[in-house]
């Protein structure tokens, strides 16, 4: 807009309409309080962070997310092991010849 514009609109707003630099201010908070009401009611802001979330994890926050629940998955199985078994293997070899290993998972 040219300045001359401007000047004009602002003399026309401020002159011929009484309407205050409080005013305008105090019109677009109250513009912005409810258009921000109508999208926290509506499912928008529901969408966008879902949307966001999605996006994220595709772009590897998932694989770090995923690596980390198996991580903690298998300590967490493996210490309900140690504390609950001993573990026994027998295999045969070439030989046919048996072997007993026993096995005890420490965890500490």
Request: aromatic share 4%.
């Given at each position: 807009m040219k300045r001359s514009n401007y000047q004009e609109v602002k003399n026309l707003i401020h002159?011929?309409?009484?309407?205050s630099k409080d005013d305008i201010q105090d019109?677009?908070?109250?513009t912005v309080r409810e258009e921000v009401g109508k999208l926290?009611?509506?499912d928008y802001?529901?969408?966008?962070?879902?949307n966001l979330i999605k996006s994220e994890?595709?772009?590897g926050l998932g694989n770090s997310f995923k690596d980390n629940v198996r991580g903690i998955t298998a300590k967490e199985i493996g210490s309900l092991i140690s504390?609950?078994?001993n573990i026994n293997v027998e295999f045969n070899d070439n030989n046919n010849e048996k072997?007993?290993?026993i096995y005890k998972i420490d965890n500490k």
């Open positions: 002159n011929e309409l009484g309407i019109i677009i908070k109250q926290i009611k509506s802001m529901d969408v966008l962070i879902s994890f595709r772009n504390s609950k078994m072997a007993n290993i």
